[in-house]
C-alpha cells in the first residue's frame, strides 16, 4: 500500500516497521481537529498493510504533546449549536463518540503500537498513550489527567483504560488532583515500561525494541494482541475459551512450521508478511 501523506502528522515506513510522529511541534503537538482524524487514518493504513508489522508513535519538538488544542475545544459549542437543546447535546455527544474511536484506532489496530514519550504528555495525550501496547519515556516525561484543571471529565479513554495499567486507586488521585507524573513515578506505577534517559537512547531503544517484535511470527503477534485485549475485558473463563478457538484455526500454520525449521537449522525465521 502506498505510504499517505497528512497534515499533522509525519508519516515513514521504515522496513517493517511504520514511523508516526505527531508534527505540529510549534504547538506542542496539541490535537486539533485534522490531527484526531489523521490518526484514525494512520493507524487504518498500519492495521490494513500487510507489510508493516509494529507502529511506532512519538512526538516532534520538545513535547510528546499537549493534549487536545484548546482552539478546538473552544469551537465545540458553535459546532454542536442547535436550536433544540436535546439536538445540541446528542450531537456533542456524537462528537466526543467519534473522538473517542479516532484513539482506538491504536487499540483496534491488529500491529502492536509503541509509543515513544518525551516532555508533557497530558490530557487528550494521556487518552492517545493509554491506547497503545506499550509506552517508553524520557526523563523529562511527564503526564497528567489536565482535564479536571479545566472543570471537565475526561473523556475519551483515560478513565476507562488508566485504572488496566496502574491500578482504581492511583487513577482517582490523578484524576481527582490533575497532578504530574514524571518519568520514574510512571514507570514505578506501571504506566511506562521503561525510562530510557535521553531522546536519544529513546529512539535508539524503541527501535531495537520494534525491529525485534518485527522478527516475529505475524501471525502470532496479531493473535497475541488480539487475545490480550480481549482477555483484558473478559473473565479468565472467558479468555481461556477464546484462545482455544483462536488456536483451533490458527495455530497449524506456516509460521509454526517455520519457527521449527528454523530452529533445526540454527538460523533466523523467515516469515511471511
Same mark, same amino acid.
Given at each position: ?7 499533522? /502528522?509525519?508519516?515513514? !515506513?521504515? #522496513? ?5 510522529? /505527531? ?11 485534522? $490531527? ?35 482552539? $478546538?475545544?473552544? #469551537?465545540?459549542? !458553535? ?6 437543546? &436535546?439536538?445540541?447535546?446528542?450531537? /456533542?455527544?456524537?462528537?466526543?463518540? +467519534? =473522538? !473517542? ?13 509503541? %509509543?515513544?514519550? !518525551?516532555? %508533557?504528555? @497530558? ?29 471537565? @471529565?475526561?473523556? @475519551?479513554?483515560?478513565?476507562? *483504560?488508566?485504572?488496566?495499567?496502574? #491500578? +482504581? ?14 518519568? +520514574? ?8 515500561? *521503561? ?5 536519544? %537512547? =529513546? ?5 531495537? /525494541? ?26 479468565? %473463563?472467558?479468555? =481461556? ?8 484455526? $490458527? ?10 525449521? &528454523?530452529? =533445526?537449522?540454527?538460523? &533466523? ?5
Amino acid at each position: 500500500m502506498t505510504t499517505p501523506s497528512f497534515t499533522t /502528522l509525519a508519516v515513514h !515506513q521504515d #522496513g517493517a516497521v511504520a514511523h508516526i510522529q /505527531l508534527n505540529r511541534p510549534d504547538k506542542s503537538n496539541a490535537l486539533n481537529a485534522a $490531527m484526531w482524524q489523521e490518526i484514525r487514518a494512520a493507524f487504518e493504513w498500519v492495521d490494513q498493510s500487510p507489510t508493516i508489522r509494529v507502529a511506532l508513535l512519538s512526538g516532534a519538538g520538545k513535547n510528546f504533546c499537549a493534549g487536545i488544542d484548546l482552539a $478546538m475545544l473552544a #469551537g465545540v459549542q !458553535q459546532q454542536t449549536a442547535h436550536p433544540d437543546g &436535546a439536538r445540541s447535546r446528542e450531537k /456533542l455527544r456524537r462528537l466526543i463518540l +467519534d =473522538l !473517542q474511536d479516532c484513539l482506538s484506532s491504536l487499540e483496534r489496530c491488529s500491529k502492536p503500537v509503541i %509509543a515513544a514519550i !518525551q516532555g %508533557a504528555c @497530558v490530557g487528550g495525550a494521556l487518552d492517545l498513550v493509554t491506547c497503545c501496547d506499550m509506552r517508553y519515556v524520557t526523563d523529562d516525561a511527564v503526564f497528567s489527567i489536565k482535564e479536571i484543571d479545566i472543570g471537565m @471529565v475526561a473523556d @475519551v479513554g483515560t478513565l476507562q *483504560r488508566l485504572p488496566r495499567l496502574i #491500578g +482504581d486507586g492511583m487513577t482517582r488521585e490523578l484524576a481527582y488532583t490533575g497532578r504530574n507524573v514524571e518519568a +520514574d513515578e510512571a514507570v514505578r506505577l506501571g504506566l511506562a515500561n *521503561r525510562n530510557f534517559g535521553t531522546a536519544e %537512547a =529513546l529512539t535508539v531503544g524503541v527501535q531495537a /525494541l520494534a525491529a525485534e517484535i518485527a522478527g516475529k511470527s505475524p501471525l502470532a503477534i496479531r493473535g497475541s494482541k488480539e487475545i490480550l485485549n480481549y482477555s483484558r475485558d473478559h473473565s479468565v %473463563a472467558d479468555g =481461556l475459551n477464546y484462545v482455544a478457538t483462536w488456536n483451533a484455526a $490458527m495455530l497449524i500454520s506456516a509460521d509454526l512450521q517455520e519457527s521449527m525449521q &528454523a530452529k =533445526l537449522e540454527k538460523r &533466523a525465521p523467515r516469515f511471511a508478511d
